[in-house]
């Protein structure tokens, strides 16, 4: 293990909460108005984006660690649910799939993907729709791949296998 700060490693996966899993690059310190700055580097690689979050902004920005396979497995059961889909207007719904999506939590991800998985190819289903379905199926499954250190193809799979179940 490399250098350590604020408990995370060179090489740890995290999960930023609007962007999904990354990977701890390295660690930089920078000088601004005469007081240094510590922060951690994250790579996103399939946004090909690089985050610096400030060490002291960490636990404030809602990074954290991969959640525990447990935790996973919970967010799979999830998803052999029944769809909950409310009646209430389709922007108000948005809104709360994507604070869902945004929040981080794998359970509530799993829940946006389980209320939308059905509505996948039909003839009314909004742009829209489809494009929350896609990055709330985005983030589960990157977030398996991760905790269990398998291909992302193996992770769809994985999930498709749980929604077919319901």
Do not use: C
């Not at 954290?64 to 999830?78: C, D, Q, T």
């Not at 059905?118 to 494009?131: I, K, L, P, T």
Request: hydrophobic letters at 35%.
């Amino acid at each position: 293990m490399s250098r350590k700060e604020n408990g995370f490693f060179k090489g740890d996966f995290v999960v930023y909460p609007t962007h999904g899993v990354g990977k701890i690059t390295g660690f930089e310190e920078k000088h601004l108005s005469g007081s240094a700055l510590k922060f951690l580097v994250v790579n996103f690689e399939k946004d090909r984006m690089t985050l610096r979050v400030p060490v002291h902004k960490v636990e404030t920005s809602g990074m954290r660690r991969l959640s525990s396979r447990e935790k996973m497995k919970s967010a799979m059961g999830v998803l052999k649910g029944r769809a909950r889909v409310k009646r209430t207007m389709w922007s108000r719904r948005a809104q709360e799939y994507e604070a869902k999506i945004n929040s981080g939590d794998p359970e509530s991800i799993a829940e946006v993907v389980r209320d939308l998985h059905g509505r996948v190819g039909q003839a009314d289903q909004s742009y829209s729709e489809r494009q929350l379905y896609e990055a709330a199926l985005d983030r589960l499954v990157r977030e398996l791949a991760a905790v269990e250190r398998i291909d992302p193809t193996k992770a769809v799979e994985q999930v498709t296998k749980h929604l077919k179940v319901a």
